[in-house]
């Protein structure tokens, strides 16, 4: 038996006009004409995909798409739509859907469009298996089970036990000190202290001082002796945050410690031993600072023995739901509100944003809206700027040929073989006229060339998010999606011949 495919669809003849098209396909195409139906298949067959018709018998597409979802049911859902509902399917995307199909359906497009998606719903549950293996939604203060954050597991696992230096970099916000303290957690010293600094927050003047200590009257101010952050994480383990934005003689000094685990407090002559294993952190390339000067290459090499570097939120995956939902009720217990969840659009939405600030800004996000709102789910009119100016339901938007035409309003003096709008007026320069013998030459494009490019560089551009590329286009989703599909079937097509 090949994959399984389901046809949930009320008309049968065109089931049968369907099953005509795919009969030489490598997968298995199964009909149902009714919502309870294909609730019954799904549950006992575990198709692959399922092609779901919008309008049924006994209930809507939309609410048979809500039941896969809310079931956690594994499986690709295409929406077969008439003309006139894209705008419908579009919202059904952003509650879940993988991608629609608008009737009339031809062979090339349906069997293109199934075969990309039994590839995807493939690797898809490649990663999950992959995943499942692991079975680690949390590690220490980490919640997320994605293969990135579990490469990450893996290395404090092997790294802990051992007193090798480890070097720690991610984005801000992407849980630097998370990971420091479950490396200490996981170690044999994980009974002893662990002292953090942030090397950015501290006064160059201090520096010295917060980290080695000083005595009685080693400057204004030192009315006592004090304990520096190498001696209070003695036999446990001292984090240096934001290394890089130490100044080099204090990382010369730095250094020094490191070789001899020898410490000078301030003001003092005498030398103690400190015995600390040394986490550092920083949100900075170490290697281009190192080029710019801002960094020692031997103290880099120094502490640079077991490198981790964190992902940043946005390839985090389906950890950003988890992570939402984990901060919603965390929240919402703590101020007695009465959050349970997210929706499905908020969940589209959470994972389309790129999430400049990683866990951080996404923990912030979701402490305003339990803050500032109040309800069972999280729904998208509870979400603050910039996340509320992702609007999960397609809106009406000018045509493609009217925003390449608006984008070229007033163009600059053309130049020889430069491409211009066909909809633009070509004129001569009215104030700098040309010599006789010159010839200025202009490369027209077709206006579905022109069109064609911006689509697709604006998808490029926004990393595959036809999305965001709508919104930047100033488009309506559907309209991306529809003539992406378009393109996709043209060139298989082409390949194919």
Not at 114 to 125: D, G, M, N, P
Not at 132 to 139: E, G, V
Not at 188 to 204: E, H, Q, S, Y
Not at 216 to 224: E, P
Request: glycine residues 4%; hydrophobic residues 35%.
């Amino acid at each position: 038996m090949g994959p399984k495919v389901l046809l949930v669809e009320d008309s049968n003849s065109l089931a049968i006009l369907y099953k005509q098209y795919v009969k030489d396909e490598p997968y298995d195409l199964f009909h149902v004409e009714t919502g309870k139906d294909a609730k019954r298949f799904i549950q006992h067959h575990s198709p692959q995909l399922v092609i779901l018709d919008l309008k049924l018998p006994d209930t809507s597409g939309e609410e048979i798409l809500d039941w896969i979802k809310h079931n956690d049911i594994q499986t690709s859902v295409i929406i077969a739509t008439a003309h006139g509902s894209v705008k419908t399917a579009v919202h059904l995307i952003q509650k879940g859907a993988d991608d629609f199909l608008e009737k009339p359906i031809t062979a090339d497009r349906l069997k293109t469009s199934v075969a990309l998606h039994l590839k995807r719903s493939k690797l898809q549950s490649l990663v999950n298996t992959l995943e499942s293996k692991f079975d680690r939604p949390h590690f220490h203060g980490f919640i997320g089970a994605s293969l990135p954050m579990q490469a990450v597991y893996k290395i404090i696992e092997s790294a802990a036990p051992t007193t090798a230096s480890v070097f720690i970099n991610g984005e801000s916000g992407t849980g630097k000190e998370v990971c420091a303290e479950a490396i200490h957690k996981q170690s044999k010293r994980a009974n002893k202290p662990f002292v953090a600094l942030n090397c950015g927050a501290i006064p160059r003047d201090l520096m010295e001082s917060e980290i080695f200590g000083h005595v009685k009257g080693a400057f204004t101010g030192a009315t006592t002796d004090r304990k520096g952050a190498a001696m209070q994480a003695h036999g446990g383990t001292l984090f240096l945050d934001e290394l890089c934005e130490m100044e080099l003689e204090m990382q010369k000094k730095l250094l020094r410690f490191l070789q001899t685990g020898a410490v000078t407090p301030l003001g003092s002559s005498k030398e103690l031993k400190a015995d600390v294993r040394i986490i550092c952190a920083t949100n900075k390339d170490p290697l281009q600072q190192i080029q710019e000067g801002h960094f020692r290459e031997d103290l880099y090499y120094r502490v640079h023995v077991i490198p981790i570097e964190l992902p940043p939120l946005r390839e985090r995956d389906k950890d950003i739901v988890t992570l939402a939902k984990h901060f919603v009720k965390l929240y919402a217990k703590q101020d007695d509100k009465r959050f349970t969840g997210l929706s499905a659009d908020v969940e589209s939405i959470l994972k389309s944003y790129p999430w400049p600030g990683n866990v951080r800004q996404l923990q912030n996000v979701m402490r305003n809206v339990v803050v500032l709102n109040d309800g069972i789910k999280v729904e998208a009119s509870h979400l603050p700027p910039p996340l509320n100016q992702v609007n999960p339901v397609a809106k009406p938007a000018p045509s493609a040929v009217n925003t390449v035409h608006n984008s070229t309003q007033n163009p600059p003096t053309a130049s020889p073989s430069v491409a211009v709008d066909t909809n633009a007026v070509i004129a001569p320069d009215p104030v700098i006229t040309p010599e006789p013998t010159q010839t200025k030459e202009y490369v027209i494009k077709p206006m579905w060339q022109v069109e064609r490019e911006t689509i697709q560089n604006a998808i490029q551009h926004c990393d595959g998010n036809v999305l965001n590329a709508a919104v930047l286009l100033d488009l309506s989703p559907s309209t991306v999606y529809r003539k992406k599909q378009q393109w996709e079937t043209e060139d298989a097509q082409h390949l194919s011949q």
